[in-house]
Structure formats: structure tokens, C-alpha cells
């Protein structure tokens, strides 16, 4: 993409912004009024300007002992009340894992961004990769779903920060933000203001007698209402598995009746949840799938083979958990190849491989720390076109 | 102390009588620690839907379940973290946390120290059974030396954590021990706790007599509660200096007290301060 080509017009509300001060602006913008950190590398930036952020809203920003701690007490805010947010890098995320789990076992809505460096273990804090799709949506353990944003710009950074929030509000759910040290530590102009969606979104708050209320009983919607503490309903909230009055329950039927409610939560709500970009598709002989700034890279590459009579195409999640299996189909349906270049060793091109079964996919992938070049693209879509023409 | 406001105290007001009958073992003293506890909340006349209380994981943790109030069950050593973000959020709520010795001294040791340093205003209970219960009666921080559990079959040979002076060392506002032998004296100190403006620590030694006290041929719940201050469990900064380990000389009541400034309320002021111009 050529992204001077792409830049808003000038006007008073455009600022300079790295991806991760985007991403706090963001945050107090989505009504978010609490951030628990711990300081780590490459995400260190949202903390520090939420620190800057949130007292002149009235706000809440701490740094905590540790990443767990973190974790849990953005948690316990929320189930305060507060829209609430942490932010985190590859061990940090690792080790938010368990209480992710509470959180979307207990329901509780909070926004987890995770920018990717390099792995496995402490591995290169300062350069980028993308080898936590997989962590991110399997990370904790037991059977949840959750979602997963990819945003692929600071522009979409700051949209899909907001967009987190109102998801995280909206369904009761932890959101991942999950996106590279590149688009994370560059800078961009965004346009901020009247363009951007703002997050409006408020919780469905418990109302009504106290005595009739159960805290996990949902109605058609399977969202249940939240209990407000203060409110008068004294509930138990527990990360046991429960039933419909809160309390811990090994019924296998209570225990099916509500994970099964868990994950209808989302998957009826496909429609809402998945989001995606397509360029150039209708005709194109190679679909490119890619994320973050590997579908930056593949933007420009599309170009320059285009220019050469190659037609590329590019399908790019940015709802990336759960995938937007539906429309790759309908992207890739006419497509001879798939190519997916990733900054990992094959971990997008899983999820592809099982969305498009039997079609032919190739993986491009870089773990050097480095981000993939157009160019290098570009190579891998002359050749593979090449071999199936 | 007060008997009298015992006749005006009905535990079962503060209970939820559905979650009855409780699951504690017969002899187990965290009944005693709850009782004590509701009573405290009963004399200060704190209302029910103010009151939020945060438990981890264990024997001690099963307790949030069982007052009538806003309580929340949480993940293993985390109760302190998560009540934190709670009462960082919700600053007109009581925020109590009851969490047990594994609990808050192995798995959540960080978060007790850090929460001692920081002095948000919360009420830590630790119950300490010296063992892990509800796993089945493995060595836990506070396990004295030498004694039997189903990971030291040959005998505790680990030195036990003395949480009052971890607290006190690590800055706690408010740090005070009490056995569930003494319902009233406890109650006294929870109270006192609960009126603390900062981070307030309380360990209340209570006793597991069915897995720990069984395996130690330590006898009944009676005879376990009255040696609750004995020897058993000595205060480790006395034993640095004296010969371990004199009988009865456990040391009880508000240990340490400080008025460091409360972080919540000064945080909020800073905030306020930078918002109408000041720095």
C-alpha cells in the first residue's frame, strides 16, 4: 500500500501517533477508566501515556507487582464496574493466561492488547513477530471462546481499540488486541474525531427485584446481565463452574447448559463479530492471507505484481479470533493458490489450511525478527503463480 | 470488647442459608473465622451491599460463598490482585479478602508484600491451617518444621514463614494475629482492622484437624485450638534472637501499625490536583 497516497487531509484534529499511543487514546476515548500494567517490552508506551490519560478523566491507571497481578486486578475493576484494560508482550501474555481463562469463564469484560515480538521465552523484545495467533486464542486452559482483534495500522489500532471495548462491553467477554512491535512503535498520522466511532457501548447491567435475579441466567440474547456491586443483588461470582445462580455446580447438565451458552454467545453473532478486508479478490489468481504489517508488506507486493500481469489478491482479518472463516471461502473461491506470509513459522496458514481444505496453500515465513519485505512477497507470488498456471 | 453486642448478633443474618449446610470438616476453626468476621462487620454496622469480599483458592477461599454480600471467588494466590483492581475501582465499597497460608504466602507471596508496600485499603484475612486441606495435606509456608504432611512424609524440613513479620517488614499500615480460639478477641481486631485506613493484615491461626491434626496425632479440635498459641508455631524474629521456641509466648493482637498515607485516596488526590491545574 502506499501509505502517503492513503493519508487522511490534513485538518485540526490530525495527529502524529505511534500504534501504541494510538491505542490509549483510544482506550479513555472507548470510556475505558481503568489500566493495571507491568512495564515490558514493546508495549510499554500504552502504560505510560494511559498513566499521563487516565487522571484527567477521572480515571484509574496502576502499575502492578507483576504481569498476573495485572491481569487480575484489571478483572476485579471491571467487576467494579470500570471499562478496563491491560496491555502486555509475549511473556507478559503468557502469563495473564490463567486469569484470561477467569475472565471469560466468569464473563467479565476487559481489553488484553498483546503487541508480538520475537519468541519462544524472553526471545527479542525489540524486534516484532506474529507467533502468538495460535497463544492467543488457545492460551488459557479449558474450552472458551474469546476474540481477537488484528489491526494492521495505527489508524485501525485506534478504531479497533474502541472496537474492543464496545465487543468486551457487549458481550461480556475478554477481547485480545493483538498486533506487531512494527505497526506498534511506528508512527502514523491518524485523524482523531468525529470519523472514528466512539465507544458508547454500556454493559446490560442487572435491573430489577433482587430476589428473582440470577447472575448467569440469560434470556433469547444469551448474554447475562451483569450485577453491579452496591446494587443490592450480593451475588457469588466464582471461576468454578457455576449455574445460573452464580454458585458453584458440578451438575453435568448445568455445567453443559452453560458452557454451550458460552460459546452460542459469539457464534450467534458472527455477523457482528467477524471483520475483514479484501483487495482486489474478484479476479485474483493468488489470494494472500496476512495480518498486521506482514498485510502491509503484501499490499505493495499485490501492486507490483499487478503491474506485471500477475493478479494478487489479499483477504486480511482483522476480527482474527474467531477467524472469518465464511468470507475467506468467498475470497479464495476463484483463487488457484494461497499464499500466507506470517512473521512465525506457519501459524495463519493452520487456520487457512483448515478453512480451505484440500486447496492449495503456501506458507511464507520469517522468524528472524525481521519484518517481511514486499518484495519478498512479491518473489513468493510470481513464483507460485508460475507453478499453477 | 463487647459480650453484649453478641445477643444482637445473629450470624445466620449475614449467611446464605442456601449455601447450608458448609463444607468444612468437623473441628475445622475457619468456621470460627467467619463467625468472627460477620460479627465485626455486624458491630460496625457495615451494610451488606457495600461489603465485597475477594477469596483465592483452598479451604479458606470457599468461604466468600457463604456471606450474604458481593463476593467473588478468584484464581489461586490472587485474591489481593484482583481486589486491588476492585477497590481501586470502587472506592465506596469495604473490600475485605479472606485467603488462606499457600494462598496468600506461596503462590500470592508477591501480591501480599506489594499490597503491603502500596496500603490501598483492604482488609486481608489469612487463615492459617499451616497445611494445604483441600488438596489432600501438603507442606504449606507456614507448616512448622518437622511435621508430617502427605509431601513430608519424613517430616517438615523447611523453616515456616512468620506472615506478621513479612508484613511488617514489608510496610503493612495495619498488622495484627489472633487464634479462632478467641471468637471475641478476633473480633475486636477485625474491627479494628476494618476501620484501618489502608492495607490491614490478620493472621488468624486456625486448625485443620482432620488432615493436618490426624496426621500429627495432634489430637482433638479442643486440644488443637488450646495449644493454638503454644510452641507449635513460634515467631520466627523471635527465634532469631532468642532460644527457639518457649511455649506460650506467641505473640497476639496488633502487632505493628504505621499511618503511611492510604495509596487510593492519595492517588485520587494527586489526580484531582493535576486536573484543576496544580502539577
Not at chain 1, 197 to 223: F, H, L, N, Q, T
Not at chain 1, 306 to 314: C, E, H, I, P, Y
Not at chain 2, 4 to 15: R, S
Request: charged content about 20%.
Amino acid at each position: 500500500m502506499n501509505v502517503v497516497s492513503a493519508m487522511p487531509a490534513p485538518a485540526a484534529d490530525v495527529r502524529l501517533l505511534s500504534g501504541n499511543h494510538a491505542c490509549a487514546l483510544a482506550a479513555t476515548a472507548a470510556g475505558c477508566r481503568f489500566f493495571a500494567g507491568y512495564p515490558i517490552t514493546p508495549s510499554s508506551e500504552i502504560a505510560e501515556r494511559l498513566s499521563l490519560e487516565l487522571p484527567k478523566v477521572d480515571g484509574v491507571f496502576v502499575q502492578m507487582e507483576d504481569e498476573i497481578a495485572a491481569m487480575a486486578a484489571v478483572i476485579g475493576a471491571s467487576m467494579g464496574g470500570l471499562k478496563s484494560m491491560t496491555a502486555t508482550s509475549g511473556p507478559g501474555f503468557s502469563l495473564k493466561q490463567e486469569n484470561l481463562g477467569y475472565a471469560a469463564g466468569a464473563e467479565i469484560p476487559c481489553v488484553i492488547v498483546n503487541v508480538m515480538r520475537g519468541g519462544p521465552s524472553t526471545g527479542m523484545p525489540t524486534r516484532p513477530s506474529q507467533a502468538d495467533i495460535m497463544q492467543a486464542r488457545w492460551g488459557s486452559h479449558g474450552d472458551y471462546p474469546l476474540i481477537a482483534l488484528a489491526p494492521a495500522s495505527v489508524r485501525e489500532i485506534y478504531d479497533e481499540t474502541i472496537r474492543a471495548f464496545d465487543l468486551a462491553e457487549l458481550y461480556r467477554t475478554p477481547v485480545v488486541l493483538l498486533y506487531d512491535q512494527v505497526i506498534a512503535q511506528l508512527s502514523e498520522t491518524v485523524a482523531l474525531g468525529a470519523a472514528h466511532p466512539r465507544g458508547r457501548v454500556e454493559r446490560k447491567w442487572a435491573s430489577g427485584p433482587a430476589a428473582d435475579y440470577k447472575p448467569y441466567a440469560a434470556d433469547g440474547d444469551a448474554i447475562p446481565a451483569m450485577p453491579l456491586p452496591g446494587a443490592g443483588y450480593r451475588t457469588h461470582t466464582t471461576g468454578l463452574t457455576h449455574a445460573e445462580d452464580g454458585f458453584p455446580t458440578q451438575n453435568p447438565e448445568a455445567v453443559t447448559r452453560n458452557l454451550s451458552r458460552l460459546f452460542s454467545k459469539l457464534d450467534g453473532r458472527r455477523d457482528a463479530i467477524d471483520s475483514w478486508e479484501t483487495i482486489h479478490c474478484e479476479d485474483a489468481e493468488i489470494v494472500i492471507v496476512a495480518i498486521g504489517i506482514s498485510a502491509r508488506a503484501a499490499m505493495r507486493a499485490i501492486e507490483e505484481c499487478r503491474a506485471k500481469g500477475v493478479r494478487a489478491g489479499l483477504f486480511r482479518p482483522v476480527t482474527l479470533w474467531p477467524f472469518p472463516q465464511a468470507a475467506l471461502r468467498e475470497a479464495a473461491a476463484k483463487a488457484k493458490a494461497v499464499l500466507v506470509p506470517e512473521m512465525n513459522t506457519g501459524q495463519l496458514r493452520l487456520e487457512v489450511e483448515r478453512v480451505l481444505a484440500g486447496a492449495p496453500v503456501k506458507g511464507l515465513n520469517l522468524f528472524s525478527g525481521e519484518a517481511i519485505a514486499p518484495a519478498q512477497i512479491a518473489a513468493s507470488i510470481t513464483a507460485l503463480a508460475k507453478e499453477v498456471r | 470488647m463487647s459480650i453484649d453486642t453478641a445477643a444482637a448478633f445473629d450470624v445466620t443474618d449475614y449467611l446464605r442459608k442456601q449455601m447450608m449446610p458448609h463444607f468444612l470438616c468437623p473441628g475445622c476453626g475457619h468456621g470460627m473465622a467467619l463467625r468472627a468476621l460477620l460479627w465485626a462487620i455486624h458491630d460496625l454496622e457495615i451494610d451488606k451491599d457495600a461489603l465485597a469480599v475477594v477469596s483465592g483458592i483452598g479451604c479458606a477461599g470457599r468461604l466468600s460463598a457463604y456471606i450474604d454480600a458481593n463476593t467473588f471467588h478468584v484464581t489461586h494466590g490472587r485474591p489481593i490482585a484482583y481486589a486491588t483492581g476492585l477497590a481501586l475501582a470502587r472506592p465506596d465499597l469495604h473490600v475485605v479478602v479472606i485467603t488462606g497460608d499457600g494462598d496468600c504466602l506461596a503462590i500470592g507471596g508477591n501480591h501480599l508484600i506489594h499490597a503491603c508496600r502500596r496500603n490501598l485499603k483492604l482488609t486481608c484475612l489469612m487463615l492459617n491451617n499451616e497445611v494445604y486441606g483441600m488438596t489432600g495435606g501438603q507442606v504449606s509456608p507456614t507448616t512448622s518444621q518437622s511435621r508430617l504432611t502427605t509431601t513430608t512424609p519424613l517430616g517438615n524440613a523447611e523453616p515456616h514463614f512468620d506472615a506478621c513479620a513479612l508484613a511488617t517488614a514489608a510496610g503493612a499500615g495495619f498488622v495484627g494475629r489472633e487464634v479462632t480460639r478467641h471468637v471475641p478477641k478476633l473480633k475486636e481486631l477485625i474491627k479494628a482492622g476494618l476501620r484501618h485506613e489502608g492495607f490491614a493484615f490478620i493472621e488468624i491461626l486456625s486448625d485443620c484437624t482432620e488432615i493436618f491434626g490426624r496426621k500429627n496425632e495432634m489430637g482433638s479440635s479442643p486440644e488443637m485450638m488450646m495449644r493454638q498459641k503454644s510452641e507449635l508455631r513460634p515467631s520466627a524474629y523471635r527465634d532469631t534472637v532468642d532460644t527457639p521456641f518457649r511455649a506460650n509466648d506467641l505473640p497476639t493482637g496488633i502487632l505493628a501499625r504505621n499511618d503511611r498515607p492510604e495509596y487510593g485516596a492519595a492517588y485520587r488526590s494527586a489526580a484531582a490536583a493535576a486536573r484543576n491545574g496544580a502539577r
